[in-house]
């Protein structure tokens, strides 16, 4: 790093202000500059005259420039890395307005490719993998909570992202957060008015290197990994993937992807969008990108897809087009859940325990409802390494101190799996 002390620059340079203030004579003024610079440690040498060259620079007298381009040139091999910004790019200037257009050229070459270097070491360097959630289904809840036991490994130095309400389990957070997850309640970010869907989307408002939206209930694994490290590789800023016959819909909310901060405005065109009404109840959030987002990523995008050959799909050709395991196939944003039915016709609440005997999670259901769990869950209950309960729920009657009657609810401990 080349050394420049202030206080004693601006000593030594005071002498020079005053006569290019008073447009001292060339000859004067070079006899000044040798003698200034005669006085300065060997240290500080490159940073003093590299001073003067700005100084004569910035007085916008063009006889001092050959002696600014002289002051400059003389140092700047001095300079490494980012140092040598300011002398290139004041070189590049000067050599501009004395005509010397080959060397004007080659320091603004060097001048702009340095600020490219600045501008992307100050850029966006974030990457966020974002879901939604909404609502006490354990389909959806505890597939986030592989999802986030899964990160370090499909996705590692990324950041998972939930956008949630306050219809979340009361123990979900708190076990996402200790996972390493942002958990942003919608309310707290105005948010709380569009669908569920949605909410994910808002993560474009941030500035971030890459966003990739995901579905709560499907898993992210190598075969995804593989593809968003293909598009990352590539110029493209924006990615869309589709993996099976029925993937039809110009985007997939919870299979595509942005870079480099674009489509901030994302709010705006929500709020367009919604404030129309007549909302789908399940594909609201799909129709709402392709009306906005498609037709603005479509000459941009890496489009990847296995099956459906349109819009210039890609594959990888070692990548096989179908995923095949245990006999079933499982395309991208598949689901991997197993039904259960409980042996009540009550109300209920299920609990899983783990092998330690701690308890995994806890939700209730109404009477007649069944409930789906992750494969992996089903798998560890019904090899006896976790075990599931299901507690019915009564109400009964009970009456109040001073008289009148309320309902209550008792737990009945009946059945200790479904």
């Known amino acids: 790093m080349i050394e420049i002390r202030r ?35 060997t240290s500080q040498y490159a940073g003093c005259s590299a001073k003067i060259g700005y100084l004569l620079r910035d007085s916008k007298v063009p006889m001092y420039y050959p002696i600014a381009v002289t002051c400059l040139k003389n140092v700047v091999h001095k300079f490494q890395g980012q140092e040598r910004l300011p002398v290139v790019s004041n070189l590049s200037y000067l050599s501009w307005k004395l005509k010397h257009f080959d060397d004007a ?48 490994e499909i996705y590692p130095g990324w950041t998972m992202r939930v956008y949630h309400d306050h219809t979340v389990p009361h123990h979900l957070i708190p076990r996402l957060t200790a996972l390493g997850v942002e958990c942003i309640n919608v309310a707290n970010i105005n948010a709380g008015h569009f669908p569920g869907t949605f909410w994910r989307f808002l993560a474009l408002e941030d500035d971030c290197d890459a966003v990739i939206f995901r579905d709560a209930d499907s898993i992210i694994n190598p075969r995804e990994q593989r593809l968003v490290n293909i598009w990352l590789e590539s110029d493209k800023p924006f990615h869309v993937m589709r993996d099976w016959y029925s993937h039809s819909d110009l985007i997939l909310a919870g299979m595509w992807g942005v870079r480099h901060g674009l489509l901030a405005a994302i709010r705006i065109w929500m709020e367009k969008y919604v404030s129309q009404g007549n909302l789908h109840p399940t594909h609201a959030d799909q129709y709402f990108l392709a009306e906005y987002v498609w037709p603005r990523i479509k000459p941009y995008m890496l489009h990847h897809s296995s099956v459906l050959d349109v819009f210039e ?48 999670c806890d939700y209730s259901f109404p009477a007649g409802k069944t409930f789906e769990l992750p494969k992996s869950y089903h798998e560890a209950i019904e090899s006896g390494r976790w075990r599931l309960e299901v507690t019915e729920q009564h109400l009964v009657s009970v009456s109040l101190p001073g008289g009148g009657q309320s309902m209550a609810t008792v737990n009945v401990n009946r059945h200790k799996s479904a």
């Open 105 to 152: 050229r080659l320091y603004g070459n060097e001048a702009t490719i340095l600020r490219e270097e600045q501008a992307m070491r100050r850029g966006f360097t974030k990457r966020l993998v974002v879901f939604s959630l909404y609502g006490s289904d354990p389909a959806y809840c505890e597939t986030l909570i592989i999802n986030a036991q899964c990160m370090q």
């Open 7 to 41: 206080t004693k620059s601006a000593e030594l340079l005071a002498p020079l202000r005053a006569a290019v203030d008073s447009l001292q004579p060339v000859k004067e003024l070079s006899a000044l500059i040798e003698n200034i610079l005669s006085d300065v440690p």
């Open 313 to 360: 799909a890609q594959w990888p050709e070692d990548l096989p087009r179908h995923y095949i395991v245990e006999g079933l196939n499982h395309c991208l944003g598949s689901w991997q859940l197993i039904e259960r039915k409980p042996n009540t016709d009550k109300p209920y609440k299920i609990r899983i325990l783990d092998e330690n005997n701690h308890e995994l």
